[in-house]
């Protein structure tokens, strides 16, 4: 049973600490995209990389968000320093390089930064 | 700039009845549209797609238009059900090369409620 798994599921962070959460993509999925989910723009994208490289991460605010692939099992999202504003829903997903492909999803982390 | 738009933040439609969510685009680069179903606590999954080439594909209950005129798609649901009640993402992509081939933008969601 195939599917993207994402840890922790569930994160309360004070304002101010580092948070990372991890993804673990499908196995032989080559994409992975991070999104943020808000009430008011649905699902952000916030990094997308092809082949473990970083494609697009226009999204993600530089100054303290930084997404990483150490390896093809691996995907991570660092926040540092947290703010309240960042609490939302993180979603990873992957997908297989190939034209019209979807991507799936994991189940998120929810983070509330206090 | 929101490339992928739902004007309607929610619907609510009787059991049995048709459904209809709408998506508008803004990139004419896009030309594969997909939509996901998201429940509460869970991540959105996958329902129906459609490529640039096609105007209409159908799946089961569910059929997705695509009107690339007025860069405007449409998922009907027929007959509703109330497992249906979910929220509903338009997804859009460029699936010709460049950097960006692949990456799938999301429009805001819209909350359908199937009420028994």
């Known amino acids: 049973d195939a599917r993207v798994t994402q840890t922790p599921r569930h994160k309360v962070t004070e304002m101010g600490q580092e948070v990372t959460m991890r993804c673990q993509p499908i196995?032989?999925?080559?994409?992975v995209f991070w999104y943020r989910q808000t009430m008011m723009q649905g699902l952000e994208l916030l990094a997308y990389?092809?082949?473990?490289?970083?494609?697009?991460d226009s999204g993600m605010p530089k100054d303290r968000f930084s997404a990483e692939m150490p390896d093809a099992t691996l995907a991570t999202l660092k926040i540092q320093p947290s703010e309240p504003r960042d609490s939302a829903v993180y979603f990873c997903?992957?997908?297989?390089?190939?034209?019209?492909?979807?991507?799936?999803f994991g189940q998120g982390t929810r983070l509330t930064v206090v | 700039d929101q490339q992928v738009k739902q004007n309607s933040p929610s619907l609510s439609v009787q059991e049995g009845r048709i459904s209809i969510l709408n998506c508008d685009y803004t990139?004419?680069?896009?030309?594969?549209f997909l939509w996901y179903k998201k429940y509460p606590a869970e991540g959105p999954t996958f329902l129906i797609s459609?490529?640039?080439?096609?105007d209409k594909n159908e799946d089961g209950r569910f059929t997705v238009f695509l009107n690339k005129s007025a860069k405007h798609l449409s998922l009907h649901i027929v007959p509703s059900q109330p497992g249906d009640s979910a929220v509903y993402f338009c997804?859009?992509?460029?699936?010709?090369?460049?950097?960006?081939?692949?990456?799938?933008?999301f429009g805001q969601g819209t909350i359908l409620t199937v009420h028994p």
């Open positions: 997903a992957s997908g297989s390089q190939g034209l019209y492909t979807e991507a799936f």
């Open positions: 196995l032989g999925h080559n994409t």
């Open positions: 990389f092809r082949n473990r490289a970083p494609l697009d």
């Open positions: 990139n004419s680069m896009f030309d594969y």
């Open positions: 459609i490529s640039s080439i096609k």
């Open positions: 997804a859009a992509s460029a699936q010709s090369g460049g950097t960006s081939y692949g990456k799938l933008t």
